[in-house]
């Protein structure tokens, strides 16, 4: 029997292969909208997501350019509107601010963040964080899962197997069942544990959560499970009760945790139709494959007459259970992918298609064991303890598809992350040319931006696996501002990623990859600009005169420039500085200027004084496109850089 339980824990991972995604609570709308633009602050930060979220686990945080957070209340929630959390902000002036958010899905736990920008006055362009954020895949997270399925599927397999198909087992076997009952209900705990280190909760504040209540009522019924087995007694219909009340108990349990799940995520009237499904798609995989890796080491190696028969009601049950599992995991993939186009335009859609394929597999298994090794029972039971046990390899092999896809958030989830500006992206290599390295900075203004390094072997192109992956960040203009660093995490497509608000300030940066491997390490330099957040211009025409354009600058500055004449040759760049009262502002030093053609290196320009905040710079500038760069420090220290795209 002890065979029973091992059989019984690897048919089980074919379980995780029945399940949904995990749920993901993603944005699904804001208020101020991503990339909106106010003319007044906003009182409240007002998110929506596509599942409910555990409010007091998220976050909403709102930061000024430099990563530093404004004034702001608690979240809270809105009556009647589950899916929305709302956070109070005080005063801000204008400007572009960025919302950076963090949730725990009520559902089932899972971490999502990201970010998006608006602006106060001033446009925010895009400025988007481009992606949606989740911690790497638990490993103890996958373990707890991978337990729970395997007592339930363990349960649910002898609870059928031993009153139906195989009625003759002893009661001593009752006893092992203590062993999926124990392992089911560490699964839980451990699930527990690794929601509650994700959520990143204290453990006092994780158990008064909906998450912690969720495990209770997946905990419940196998506390019943473990009183049906001290109870059983001796007597065979105290056994055969027993076992139908742990059948019964161990459905209950796969009930709650779908309950629990993405199934019962969805509001409206198809709610319970998608529990219902799933739930039969569980104890049905359960049942199935459960029921196999009971049955195998059960039927021994000598045939019988009684085995022979056992086998063919179990073979005609398992008929029904592939039909059940084919037709609700079909109905959940319709629900979850959205169309035929998201199976191959998406991860997610990619994964269930591997996923159809390995079912496909096991009915062809299924089928040679029912149209070949069934007949055969009462001669030889080898062919079905082969083609049985090849059933069970292909179940374990679906539990790495299924660990990736309930990481991913299904396909027709909706989401606002808008589509941000091209990242700044640098490359280089160390100075031994022995790792190239690919950086890619997004959205490469100052504050919050995602990091994402490619890394490859020099000579052969390969991707390079590190040990560890961190950043070192330098101001190459500011002595006075201190090194700071940040460590990458690896990613499932290969490359490493992570979030920080390490570029603060816009200018250029020196970036140090720093790549591990073992006791090698190796050092790539690298070179970034990091572009001012993009501001409101205003263009204003009269006949005879050169085009102004009025730049918005924080505070309710503005400044004033103009090329003379405007068009191809020697121009002089008027470039006038007026506080927010309307007058020139008086600035202690000369400003700078740089010209330059999209993607060149910037060129100095002459510059001279006009006025105490009007400067002048010559530029030989020739037709096309320009872009223009204007730097002047206050007399408060304050440094106030902008850009000007202009075309000749």
Not at 405 to 420: D, H, K, M, S, W
């Amino acid at each position: 029997m002890i065979r029973v339980a091992r059989l019984g824990l690897i048919a089980v991972a074919i379980l995780a292969f029945g399940q949904a995604a995990s749920a993901h609570a993603l944005l699904s709308a804001s208020d101020p909208a991503s990339g909106a633009t106010l003319d007044r602050p906003p009182q409240t930060i007002t998110l929506t997501f596509t599942e409910e979220p555990e409010p007091s686990l998220s976050s909403i945080r709102v930061l000024l350019p430099t990563g530093q957070p404004v004034s702001q209340g608690s979240i809270q929630t809105i009556p009647g509107r589950p899916r929305t959390l709302q956070v109070s902000v005080g005063p801000i002036a204008a400007g572009v601010y960025t919302v950076a958010w963090r949730t725990v899905s009520k559902v089932d736990g899972h971490v999502t963040g990201g970010a998006f920008a608006f602006g106060v006055g001033t446009s925010p362009a895009n400025a988007t964080l481009p992606q949606v954020v989740s911690p790497p895949p638990s490993v103890l997270g996958g373990a707890a899962r991978w337990a729970f399925y395997a007592g339930l599927s363990v349960l649910l397999g002898a609870s059928w197997v031993w009153t139906i198909a195989l009625p003759s087992v002893s009661t001593q076997n009752g006893r092992w069942l203590w062993i999926p009952c124990l392992l089911a209900l560490l699964g839980v705990v451990a699930l527990g544990e690794s929601q509650r280190q994700d959520a990143a909760a204290p453990l006092a504040q994780f158990l008064n959560t909906s998450l912690s209540r969720a495990l209770a009522w997946r905990i419940l019924p196998l506390l019943g499970v473990a009183a049906a087995l001290a109870a059983r007694g001796g007597t065979e219909r105290r056994w055969r009760l027993s076992l139908w009340a742990i059948g019964i108990l161990a459905a209950a349990g796969a009930l709650a945790h779908v309950v629990a799940g993405h199934a019962a995520a969805a509001l409206g009237p198809w709610r319970w139709a998608n529990v219902a499904a799933q739930w039969i798609h569980v104890v049905s995989v359960g049942a199935w494959l459960g029921g196999l890796a009971v049955l195998i080491p059960a039927l021994g190696r000598t045939p019988s007459d009684a085995k022979a028969g056992a086998v063919r009601r179990f073979s005609g049950a398992a008929g029904i259970l592939l039909v059940l599992v084919a037709a609700t995991g079909t109905l959940r993939a319709v629900n979850e992918v959205g169309g035929w186009g998201q199976l191959t335009a998406t991860a997610y859609g990619r994964l269930v298609m591997l996923k159809a394929a390995l079912l496909l597999l096991l009915a062809i298994l299924g089928g040679v064991n029912r149209f070949r090794s069934v007949p055969r029972a009462i001669q030889t039971l080898a062919g079905l303890r082969r083609i049985g046990a090849a059933e069970l390899a292909v179940g374990a092999l679906t539990l790495a598809v299924a660990a990736t896809l309930t990481q991913i958030a299904p396909a027709n989830f909706p989401t606002t992350q808008a589509e941000g500006p091209p990242p700044l992206v640098a490359t280089g290599s160390d100075f031994a040319t022995t790792t190239h390295v690919r950086l890619e900075v997004a959205p490469g203004y100052p504050g919050p931006n995602g990091f994402t390094a490619s890394l490859r072997d020099f000579d052969t192109g390969r991707p390079v696996d590190a040990d560890r992956v961190s950043l070192r960040f330098t101001p190459r203009d500011r002595p006075d501002i201190g090194t700071s660093s940040l460590d990458l995490a690896r990613s499932t497509d290969g490359s490493y990623r992570g979030q920080g608000s390490n570029l603060s300030l816009e200018g250029p940066w020196a970036v140090t990859v720093q790549v591990e491997q073992g006791a090698n390490s190796v050092e790539v330099p690298l070179a970034l600009d990091v572009r001012a957040q993009p501001q409101r211009i205003r263009t204003i025409e009269a006949p005879g005169q050169p085009t102004l354009y009025s730049i918005d600058l924080s505070g309710g500055r503005v400044l004033d420039a103009y090329l003379d004449p405007g068009r191809a040759g020697l121009n002089e760049v008027h470039a006038t500085y007026i506080d927010a009262a309307g007058h020139e502002m008086p600035l202690p030093q000369l400003a700078t200027m740089t010209a330059n053609r999209p993607g060149g290196t910037p060129a100095p320009l002459p510059v001279r004084r006009f006025g105490p905040g009007h400067f002048i710079g010559d530029a030989q500038l020739s037709r096309g496109e320009w872009d223009l760069t204007f730097t002047v420090t206050t007399a408060a220290g304050e440094v106030l850089r902008s850009h000007l795209p202009v075309r000749l």
